[in-house]
């Protein structure tokens, strides 16, 4: 059977649930024949590679390792979920400091252990600050890097569907923007059900004011709600969009989703956040956002939480001032 390409693709932080489950969803999305798993903790990678076997993917190049020369050496697909996962009790942005520190590591790893890959993913939370971290010490074009960031707005389709009681199907063009996190800008004006413009119905007897504020406060909490659930975080829901955005870069079915992209373009400047984007092999190609003056004040209000984060982590150490970023990846200039 045949796969996306025989080029390298790998899966860092493969021992997790994350990166376990994209294993082997990333095998059976037949996107590369040519899958390695990555993570420093030995014994519970191996059994993660054990199981790959187990499943009976033969026609593939399956192998595993906790050397990161190893692993990165010829890759041409990454996708990365090797940070900290949250815990009950802890928001995206307690997680800063210590994958704050991963993240650049990575980035370092990729610029001198493999320059030439085509895209990488970063989906370790905060996804935008540990995205923008990596690609500044990577070298990369910012095409090259994408955050996920898609899973807000899936959340928002899924809300929306248990509201209507209607297939997923039947909500389309849900949008979030700015953040992955709790200061997400949340759109209704792109939205329909039906057909019908999700503006024209909120304030109706279909969807109240008031139902509409507490269905946009689930999707912002949706990744909170499945810690409470659970008594862990989300790890399907990511593997697969993930894989789905790398799908899309290797020339595969569009990607139908917003992507955290890095964004400098006078309105927001020196940071990767979600917006309407295009992948292609070519990479990501950021379109414009089109919603209301309220919700582009909303996002205007995530892109300021994000710079705070930003400059937190500036002030840790952990990257240098803005100014000097181009200096570090002339990418950026």
């Given at each position: 059977m045949n796969y996306l390409t025989d080029g390298k693709l790998v899966i860092a932080g493969a021992a997790g649930m994350i990166g376990s489950n994209m294993a082997q969803t990333a095998m059976m999305m037949r996107l590369s024949s040519n899958v390695c798993l990555y993570d420093p903790i030995a014994a519970p990678l191996e059994g993660v590679a054990e199981e790959m076997y187990h499943c009976g993917f033969d026609d593939a190049n399956i192998t595993f390792t906790s050397d990161i020369k190893e692993a990165l050496r010829g890759a041409q697909y990454i996708v990365s979920s090797g940070g900290a996962a949250r815990s009950a009790g802890m928001t995206r942005e307690d997680l800063l400091k210590g994958n704050a520190e991963i993240a650049a590591q990575l980035g370092k790893d990729i610029r001198s252990l493999c320059p030439d890959v085509k895209h990488v993913v970063v989906i370790?939370?905060?996804?935008?600050?540990?995205?923008?971290?990596?690609?500044?010490?990577?070298?990369?074009?910012?095409?090259?890097?994408?955050?996920?960031?898609?899973?807000d707005s899936t959340r928002l389709q899924s809300e929306l569907g248990k509201h209507f009681k209607v297939l997923r199907s039947h909500i389309t063009n849900c949008r979030t923007y700015g953040g992955h996190g709790e200061q997400m800008a949340v759109f209704a004006s792109t939205a329909k059900v039906d057909g019908k413009p999700l503006t024209e119905l909120i304030g109706t007897s279909a969807l109240t004011h008031e139902e509409w504020a507490a269905l946009k406060e689930r999707v912002i909490q949706?990744?909170?709600?499945?810690?409470?659930?659970?008594?862990?975080?989300?790890?399907?829901?990511?593997?697969?969009?993930?894989?789905?955005?790398?799908?899309?870069?290797?020339?595969?079915?569009?990607?139908?989703?917003?992507?955290?992209?890095?964004?400098?373009?006078?309105?927001?400047?020196?940071?990767?956040?979600?917006?309407?984007?295009?992948?292609?092999?070519?990479?990501?190609?950021?379109?414009?956002?089109?919603?209301?003056?309220?919700?582009?004040?909303?996002?205007?209000?995530?892109?300021?939480?994000?710079?705070?984060?930003?400059?937190?982590?500036v002030k840790m150490g952990v990257v240098p001032p803005v100014a000097e970023w181009s200096r570090l990846n002339p990418n950026l200039g």
């Open positions: 370790f939370n905060p996804a935008d600050i540990t995205g923008l971290i990596t690609l500044l010490y990577s070298g990369l074009r910012p095409s090259q890097l994408t955050t996920l960031a898609g899973l949706g990744g909170k709600n499945i810690i409470n659930l659970r008594g862990r975080s989300s790890f399907q829901s990511p593997s697969y969009l993930s894989l789905e955005m790398l799908r899309a870069v290797m020339g595969g079915d569009a990607f139908r989703w917003p992507v955290g992209t890095w964004v400098n373009n006078g309105r927001f400047s020196n940071i990767v956040m979600a917006m309407e984007t295009r992948l292609t092999r070519q990479g990501a190609e950021v379109q414009e956002v089109v919603g209301t003056a309220e919700e582009q004040k909303e996002l205007e209000q995530s892109y300021r939480h994000l710079c705070d984060l930003r400059d937190e982590v």
